[in-house]
């Protein structure tokens, strides 16, 4: 069974502290990588996707281990607006392969 | 204004019925997925369409049909036989050669 595992947390962080989330994968062959975030009682948006070679948008970053299958989210100076749960997302095949969710881990900064 | 839509919002059913939730999308993309999201769970598939008159079964179809008349369109009715379908659902879309899917706002479902 392919499965995504996280750890749900909550992780309770101060503003401005640097926060990371681990996420593993059982399938080998998976072929895409993703991190999403889901505000309260709302869909899932993209986040960013997740490369080989490990990717940074603005104060996230994001690193993949497939030798460990092992993907990793890093949030650095944490704002309020940041507390979501975020999910780990993992596309088994190329085209049009579906999606397997994590459980997701959630994100609480406060002043 | 462009995306993708689902409705109704919330939705309550009586035990015994029938409903069908509502997705659509103008973003032109081949395939459509309904997922199921119980409280502290992951998304869950349901129904996935590739094409137009044409779907797979996901995981967890059992108690739900869906229909793929229109490229924009992916209607799913949740049936009677459905056990447990209090939850909140979302329709998602993409296709090549973006990986990622989209989701829409998404349906609360309660059965009363």
């Known amino acids: 069974r392919k499965e995504v595992e996280q750890d749900p947390g909550p992780f309770n962080v101060p503003e401005g502290a640097t926060v990371a989330f681990n996420c593993t994968y059982s399938n080998s062959a998976s072929q895409s990588f993703f991190w999403y975030r889901q505000d309260c009682r709302k869909e899932p948006k993209l986040l960013m996707s997740?490369?080989?070679s490990g990717n940074e948008d603005g104060r996230f970053t994001a690193q993949l281990n497939r030798a460990s299958q092992y993907i990793s989210l890093l949030i650095r100076d944490s704002k309020l607006s940041d507390s979501a749960t975020y999910l780990c997302?993992?596309?088994?095949?190329?085209?049009?392969?579906?999606?397997?969710f994590g459980k997701g881990t959630m994100l609480l900064v406060s002043p | 204004d462009g995306g993708i839509t689902q409705s109704p919002k919330y939705l309550f059913r009586k035990e015994g019925q029938n409903v069908t939730l509502s997705c659509e999308q103008n973003?032109?993309?081949?395939?459509m997925y309904w997922y199921r999201q119980d409280p502290g769970q992951g998304l869950r598939l349901i129904y996935y369409?590739?094409?137009?008159?044409?779907?797979q079964k996901g995981d967890i179809a059992e108690g739900y049909s869906v229909s793929r008349e229109k490229k924009e369109s992916f209607p799913l009715t949740v049936t009677s036989a459905q056990k447990n379908p209090t939850a909140f659902y979302l329709c998602?879309?993409?296709?090549?050669?973006?990986?990622?899917?989209?989701f829409g706002p998404g349906t609360r479902l309660t059965v009363l």
């Open positions: 369409s590739q094409i137009v008159n044409d779907f």
């Open positions: 997740v490369y080989s």
């Open positions: 997302v993992v596309k088994e095949a190329a085209g049009y392969s579906t999606l397997t």
């Open positions: 973003l032109n993309h081949d395939a």
């Open positions: 998602g879309v993409g296709g090549i050669p973006y990986n990622e899917q989209f």
